[in-house]
């Protein structure tokens, strides 16, 4: 285990899910071989993503597809359609938010939004983008002697400066909480996430891209990647996108319609995502604006997987100090504890300061602009020929109804379905839950195959 985490560790800065952190139940069976690269190309490091594969992911297949202009390689997780299910035509692409990774869309056998797909006949599959869970770096980068400067070394001892702090801070909780922390095992756990990162910082350099990067770069090699293995007649794939991934969705339909170019989509499908927050009561109005403090703490990424983890007792433990974080994932008791106990320690990554510095631009006058500034990407939405379904979350202070409603006016009409989730008696809404509530397989799930179904069949 010792070496598989060090293979890992050496290829990518996210924290590596363990085995045993998974029930029994949640096992699949392997295929004999991992495919890796590009359609028809040999596998250099079989032997190793191999080993990856059948202790961490869940799915049937890992692919990996490199990502243009960058040392890294994106990790496709596949899901096969199930044989006693309807023929589908087209294959169905996934797209998680911000610092998650596959498991948003798998974190349990009654959760797994991914299986939910496979068993209605479509050939799933989950993109991870550089950075996020196995995506890795190409096996041609050179790792043992990576580029360094000055201003990288800097970077590295400043992070490791942060997350040192983060131990203090924890071990002062751990008194104040008479040693509370040491019942729970949480200190150790979050030492180890710490030593971990530590031990990646010289990655750092590396976290170098923002939101357009995954826009131009990332998706397209995953579409082209999937196309060539799935082989859709008409070259078109279906789209889910939950965050951040629905708001690239949104971005790709904005630049095709402004270029006039066919964006390779079937049908959109958007959770919780907006082009435009500015005008919405949402919780990212305190909590992305990160400028002021990322200049001022001069760090290149924020380990949002080991800060999570570390809030994460005092999230779901009495006395609940921090239990508000809860609400801002959930709706009241629509997961399950364990769920969102393996969504917050298993599913979350490190993320680039230059992704979040571009994301606030969504809370400003005009939505999300490209990295120029000069450019408001809902101006364009309004010319796709995209069939778009967009769901809200009636009780999602991260992306409220009304956010979601300012993307959705600007789209044609007749392309547009726009659905408020919940009841005034409930169940309620939160941003996880439309993918992992209590009661998302019956009532959410269902919604979204009748919308599969009628595009996938033109």
């Not at 939505?367 to 009636?394: E, M, S």
Request: proline letters at 7%; glycine letters at 6%.
């Amino acid at each position: 285990m010792d070496a598989l985490r060090f293979q890992l560790s050496s290829a990518s800065l996210t924290s590596a899910v363990a085995a045993s952190s998974l029930p029994k139940s949640h096992s699949r069976h392997f295929f004999p071989s991992v495919k890796l690269g590009r359609a028809n190309s040999s596998p250099p490091i079989g032997a190793v993503s191999k080993t990856a594969a059948n202790e961490i992911c869940t799915a049937d297949e890992l692919h990996y597809v490199p990502v243009p202009n960058s040392d890294w390689r994106a990790a496709l997780w596949r899901y096969l359609p199930s044989p006693k299910a309807p023929k589908r035509k087209h294959p169905l692409l996934l797209l998680s938010g911000i610092a998650t990774n596959a498991f948003a869309y798998d974190l349990s056998p009654e959760s797994s939004f991914a299986r939910f797909m496979a068993g209605s006949g479509f050939d799933t599959w989950i993109l991870e983008l550089r950075g996020a869970g196995l995506s890795s770096l190409s096996i041609d980068t050179d790792l043992e002697n990576p580029r360094r400067t000055e201003s990288s070394n800097d970077k590295q001892r400043i992070v490791s400066h942060l997350l040192d702090n983060l131990i203090n801070v924890s071990e002062s909780l751990e008194n104040v909480l008479d040693g509370g922390f040491k019942i729970l095992g949480v200190q150790d756990r979050l030492s180890k996430k710490v030593e971990d990162f530590k031990q990646r910082l010289e990655l750092i350099p590396r976290y170098n891209w923002d939101f357009d990067n995954y826009l131009e770069e990332d998706i397209p090699s995953a579409m082209e990647y999937v196309r060539a293995q799935s082989k859709p007649k008409d070259g078109k794939l279906l789209a889910i996108g939950h965050s951040m991934g629905g708001i690239l969705l949104y971005a790709m339909l904005s630049t095709c319609g402004f270029k006039g170019i066919d964006s390779g989509l079937a049908s959109v499908t958007t959770m919780a995502s907006t082009l435009d927050y500015s005008s919405s009561g949402t919780l990212l109005k305190y909590i992305l604006p990160v400028k002021g403090p990322a200049q001022a703490l001069n760090v290149p990424v924020i380990p949002i997987d080991t800060l999570l983890a570390m809030a994460h007792p005092l999230m779901c433990r009495p006395p609940y100090p921090l239990s508000w974080l809860t609400t801002n994932i959930s709706a009241p008791q629509m997961m399950d504890p364990e769920v969102i106990e393996k969504l917050v320690l298993n599913s979350l990554c490190t993320v680039p300061v230059k992704l979040l510095l571009q994301l606030t631009t969504s809370v400003g006058q005009g939505g999300l602009r490209d990295r120029t500034g000069t450019c408001c990407y809902k101006d364009h939405i309004g010319k796709t020929n995209v069939p778009v379904l967009a769901l809200a979350g009636d009780w999602d202070i991260i992306c409220p109804p009304d956010a979601v409603y300012d993307t959705v006016k600007l789209i044609p009409e007749h392309l547009a379905t726009f659905k408020v989730l919940g009841s005034p008696g409930g169940p309620h809404y939160g941003h996880q839950d439309m993918i992992s509530g209590r009661t998302a397989r019956r009532e959410i799930y269902p919604l979204i195959i009748r919308f599969l179904q009628r595009h996938d069949e033109c």
